[in-house]
């Protein structure tokens, strides 16, 4: 069977299988953000906001507590955790626009904002030292971070027993390389994520141990392929028509994907969830 069976039979058994009923006013298609529309405003990870908690779920976190959230969507990811859980977020994201001071109150006092947004630096990540419980990190190294770089330093910003999930894509050690691997970099506008072996070793010499790894893989493509289905099924039964240059950002974010999910499934890349605490 050739190596995009699988994907082609997932996209159909997807389209298959009930799907969340259409927005009730068209799809709002003069704001080309197709992510936004895939996963939800601000977010860049598929699944939204279920894959968010999802991950959230394997941290204590409560009123009580801080979270140090990092990566692409950190800001709405953010948003969606301090709301269930009440948790105190510091959200570090290379696309948001730092939290401005809140104004004076006068009389009645403003329920205080749990979310602080400001921007990171992924070849050079640095974060306030010994302020927060736990760690949240969203595929960090999409863009550019690097493991023996990011974890000491995330390390660093953490409290003694502090735990931590990590989710991204990891180069599979000894796998052929893919002829689709540079055209995906590309479309996705990233460097080439490190090896599975690089990983590991950063994440035991930053201090942390580790409890779980868990891959991702199968659960990211079903999440891909039910977002895009649903996406497609608003965008023909909407009245408006995407413009040409919005057309052609659709087409770029589906090959970007499609590329993601065969380099998945050909095993060259791994989608991994580590889960483990500060030594």
Excluded: C, Y
């Excluded at 510091?90 to 009645?108: F, K, L, N, S, V």
């Excluded at 640095?126 to 550019?144: T, V, W």
């Excluded at 930053?206 to 893989?217: I, L, M, N, S, Y």
């Excluded at 994907?257 to 030594?279: D, F, K």
């Amino acid at each position: 069977m050739p190596a995009s069976a699988p994907l082609v039979a997932a996209s159909r058994s997807v389209a298959q299988a009930p799907a969340a009923p259409p927005p009730q006013s068209p799809l709002p298609i003069e704001q080309p953000a197709w992510g936004d529309h895939l996963w939800g405003a601000g977010l860049a990870t598929p699944g939204g906001a279920e894959a968010i908690m999802r991950l959230a779920a394997l941290l204590p976190l409560s009123p009580a507590t801080t979270l140090l959230l990092v990566g692409r969507g950190a800001t709405a990811a953010g948003n969606i955790v301090a709301e269930a859980r009440g948790a105190w977020v510091a959200a570090h994201d290379t696309e948001a626009e730092p939290t401005p001071p809140p104004p004076p109150t006068i009389g009645r006092r403003e329920p205080p904002q749990r979310v602080e947004a400001a921007k990171w630096t992924p070849i050079a990540p640095s974060f306030r030292q010994g302020r927060q419980n736990h760690a949240l990190l969203l595929e960090p190294f999409r863009d550019g971070a690097a493991p023996p770089r990011l974890l000491p330093a995330v390390a660093a910003a953490l409290r003694p027993g502090a735990q931590i999930v990590l989710f991204d894509l990891v180069a599979r050690d000894g796998a052929a390389i893919d002829p689709g691997h540079s055209r995906w970099l590309r479309m996705e506008r990233r460097g080439s994520p490190p090896s599975e072996r690089a990983a590991v070793a950063a994440f035991s010499a930053a201090g942390f141990q580790t409890h779980v790894v868990q891959d991702e893989g199968a659960a990211h493509a079903a999440a891909v392929l039910q977002a895009w289905t649903r996406l497609l099924r608003v965008l023909s039964e909407s009245p408006s028509r995407p413009t040409r240059l919005q057309a052609a950002a659709l087409v770029a974010e589906a090959e970007a994907w499609l590329l993601r999910l065969r380099l998945i499934e050909s095993g060259a890349l791994r989608l991994l969830r580590w889960h483990g605490s500060l030594r």
